[in-house]
């Protein structure tokens, strides 16, 4: 066992010893069922307490996942809560299935709600933001001749669902070209300005790329839009939970996100909102009994559900709201930092992620000058067991990091000293 590989085992042995301290903190007076739970008292700052924030997450013993950008795992609180409402679910299946737990399930649209400082009434417990996507795409009556803007790093689930739905019936998909590294957001709101047609329609936009982790100007594309009439969705998938989200003040008309990255909620859970003036115009994908109620809960109304998931999803709001939310985001832009700090200045590493905070936070992209990033991928986890995620589109040939309040700067330290071993061969 070489020195590196070693000290990932000393590191992780010693966060596990530790973890049964915070588990006590994290759990002890909590409520039994889903209610909020009081933010611990704790300096973001403090290494100590993130490395027993990481001991929550059963993240395998010598693995440091920086792959949250793909799929996040859920702390041990919410994995329990999960399991115990599955158990009480298959203890009575009708009840809780049909009725037994409508004000729980409200409880967490409520919850859900005030998380994202939006109504209740415009926000719908769904399974991810391939979902909202979907609907989205299918919504607003879209004819020939119609305009949406999608940009050129949109999810392939914000194109192909428009391609699908929307280019069949002769609505023109126009796809601006963003660059990598944007000097500033109005840079960036510069370029949809200047696709604005008097045809356009609807714009499509990721809040965060996955391609390389860069935010877009969503409230000032947004505003702009609203100026002229347009709709505006958004794709939250890999911004919810990273930092605050106001949707009052982030000005969109649709939003969705995953409940499975950030916001470490059970897996197939996910958020769509819309504001009230746009919610007669969507359209559900689906239709069961309150097909003719044009209000939000109409598109999540599939009959059955996997209700102990929508309730462990509230369980993963309580968990946000007890660590804090401006903790956390202190949290993500500090390890964003304390990473680009560490190999910023070697020529070995390209980041092509942008440096402005306003542009980009807990996912980072660099590449390995000269290096083939899925070897570099490779090579970080059979040596090392560091999972992070290549990438190839846009010339980017660069490795995802995605940082997560699981990761402490120790893990960062051995994975810088991982990124420059391979460099060097």
């Not at 609907?135 to 428009?162: M, N, P, Q, V, W």
């Not at 601006?176 to 957001?185: D, R």
């Not at 542009?359 to 991928?377: F, H, M, P, Y």
Request: net charge negative; hydrophobic share 35%.
């Amino acid at each position: 066992m070489d020195s590196l590989t070693r000290r990932r085992f000393i590191t992780r042995g010693m966060a596990a010893t530790a973890g049964t301290l915070l588990s006590s903190v994290l759990i002890k007076g909590a409520p039994e069922e889903t209610s909020s739970i009081t933010a611990i008292n704790q300096e973001a700052s403090d290494e100590h307490f993130w490395k027993l924030v990481k001991s929550q997450f059963p993240v395998d013993e010598g693995l440091l996942y920086f792959n949250n950008g793909s799929l996040g795992p859920s702390p041990e609180y919410v994995i329990d809560k999960t399991e115990k409402y599955r158990r009480m679910l298959d203890g009575f299946p009708s009840k809780y299935m049909w009725g037994g737990w409508d004000d729980e399930k409200e409880s967490v649209r409520k919850r859900v709600a005030e998380y994202f400082s939006a109504g209740s009434d415009e926000i719908a417990l769904i399974h991810n933001t391939t979902e909202g996507m979907n609907l989205f795409a299918h919504s607003f009556d879209l004819k020939a001749g119609d305009e949406i803007i999608l940009a050129d790093h949109e999810h392939i689930t914000g194109t192909a669902t428009y391609q699908y739905f929307c280019e069949k019936k002769g609505v023109k998909i126009v796809r601006p070209v963003l660059p990598i590294l944007p000097g500033s957001p109005e840079e960036i709101t510069e370029i949809y300005r200047k696709a604005i047609t008097p045809r356009t329609r609807l714009i499509s936009m990721v809040h965060m790329t996955n391609t390389n982790g860069m935010i877009l100007p969503v409230r000032d594309v947004s505003e702009m839009a609203r100026m002229k009439g347009i709709i505006t969705c958004v794709d939250g998938a890999q911004t919810a939970g990273m930092f605050r989200i106001n949707l009052e003040e982030l000005g969109c008309d649709c939003y969705a996100a995953s409940g499975h990255k950030w916001l470490f909620g059970p897996k197939g859970t996910g958020v769509l909102y819309a504001r009230r003036s746009v919610i007669s115009q969507l359209e559900p994908l689906l239709l069961a009994r309150n097909f003719r109620e044009k209000e939000i809960r109409m598109f999540e109304d599939y009959n059955t559900r996997n209700l102990p998931d929508i309730l462990g999803l509230g369980a993963a709001i309580d968990y946000n709201n007890m660590l804090g939310q401006e903790k956390k985001e202190s949290r993500i832009y500090d390890l964003k930092h304390y990473l680009r700090d560490k190999i910023g200045n070697n020529p070995s590493f390209i980041f092509k992620t942008p440096m402005d905070d306003r542009l980009s936070a807990g996912i980072q992209v660099v590449e390995v000058s000269g290096k083939d990033t899925n070897r570099a991928k490779d090579f970080l986890f059979e040596e090392y067991g560091i999972d992070t995620r290549p990438m190839t589109s846009h010339n980017l040939n660069a490795l995802r990091i995605s940082l997560s309040v699981f990761n402490t700067k120790e893990d960062i330290d051995l994975l810088c000293d991982a990124l420059t071993r391979f460099a060097s061969i």
